[in-house]
Each structure stands twice: as C-alpha cells, then as structure tokens.
C-alpha cells in the first residue's frame, strides 16, 4: 500500500480566490522556467471566522491549486507558505531558486509537539546555528 502524499492531504482548490500576494518562479535543472507559486490574499468564512488562502503550483505537470485553513489570515498564509514549499519538496523535481537547491521556504515545527518537545528542537537548532556562525577552526600544522 503506497503511503498518502503530501498533496493528497491537502484541500484542492476549483479556482484560485483573491489577489495575488506572492509569487516566487524557480529554474528547473539549472534553465529558467516558468515553475512558479502563487499565493493569494487570505479571506476570511463568514460561516466559521476562521481564514483561508489559496495556492497554486504551475509549470510542473498540471497546475495545482489548494486552499488551506488558519484560525487567523496570519496563520492561513503560513500554512499557504509551508504547505507549498512542503508540496514542491515532495515533487522531487531538480528545482533551485537562485541557483541553490534550497528553495527558500522555510522548515517550520509542528504545533501540536508537547512544550518540552518543542523546547528541545529549539534549543537543539539553536546550537547548530551557533556552530554554523564560528569561524572555522584552524588546523594545527604538523611539524
């Protein structure tokens, strides 16, 4: 049995809804090429209060569009900004932006870890970021 992909778990979209208020264009190895997100403004359900936002892959095999939902517009564009770096990383296309194969969005922690899960992967990525920002030691020459 083929495990679910990650696009499968999110909502599909008929129609992209709002204006657009990003938008980022990858190459494919290595050539410019019209792969691109498009995130749209967050709206709000009158229903429900809560937020959704929409947003659309193009350029690889179909155009992808997906809605995804936050309490507030704020955490709507977030899980909007995640879900579609999370959803190109899953295509496993040879994609780079700027010429670096990291794409620019950026990993985030799922909210529903505990607090103590939570606090060790901080302090786990905050020790990694400070060996990252030392100047390399020298290596001592062997006379």
Request: charge should be positive; include cysteine.
């Amino acid at each position: 049995m083929a495990s679910e992909s990650f696009a499968d778990r999110l909502e599909r979209s008929s129609r992209a809804s709002g204006p657009i208020i990003a938008e980022r264009v990858f190459e494919l190895d290595g050539r410019q090429r019209a792969v691109r997100v498009r995130i749209r403004k967050p709206r709000r359900d009158s229903k429900t209060g809560d937020h959704w936002c929409t947003f659309e892959v193009s350029g690889l095999d179909e155009v992808l569009a997906f809605k995804v939902w936050g309490i507030d517009s704020l955490q709507a564009l977030q899980l909007a900004i995640r879900a579609s770096g999370e959803l190109l990383r899953e295509k496993g296309q040879a994609l780079s932006w700027v010429g670096d194969q990291d794409l620019g969005f950026p990993k985030t922690l799922p909210s529903f870890l505990s607090a103590a899960a939570t606090s060790r992967l901080e302090r786990m990525i905050d020790r990694e970021l400070e060996k990252g920002a030392r100047p390399p030691r020298k290596k001592r020459s062997s006379r």
